[in-house]
């Protein structure tokens, strides 16, 4: 386990939560989370040992749905037409 002096310092949660974000993009079923660190007054990224399995995988869960949606911005089935599928 890397100690907080090893890990990457952001600002605020925001700055945080967009690399946090980026990695979870990556990874599936991670309990990784932001936290704030008195020590270097900032935000780190580490992992949550007590965060529930029911927690990460509503937020998995979540993260597909948001993709889905976003996707579907994009892409609209209705268009192909002709095409069997």
């Given at each position: 386990m890397k100690s907080c002096d090893e890990k990457k310092q952001y600002k605020n949660f925001r700055e945080g939560n967009i690399e946090l974000?980026?990695?979870?993009?990556?990874?599936l079923f991670s309990n990784?989370?932001?936290?704030?660190?008195k020590k270097h007054n900032c935000v780190h990224i580490g992992h949550n040992y007590r965060m529930k399995n029911e927690t990460i995988l509503?937020?998995?869960?979540?993260?597909i749905k948001?993709?889905?949606?976003?996707?579907?911005?994009y892409f609209n089935p209705n268009e192909l037409v002709g095409i069997e599928v």
């Open positions: 974000n980026k990695i979870l993009q990556k990874i990784l989370n932001t936290y704030w660190c509503k937020r998995q869960f979540n993260s948001n993709f889905v949606i976003s996707s579907e911005e």
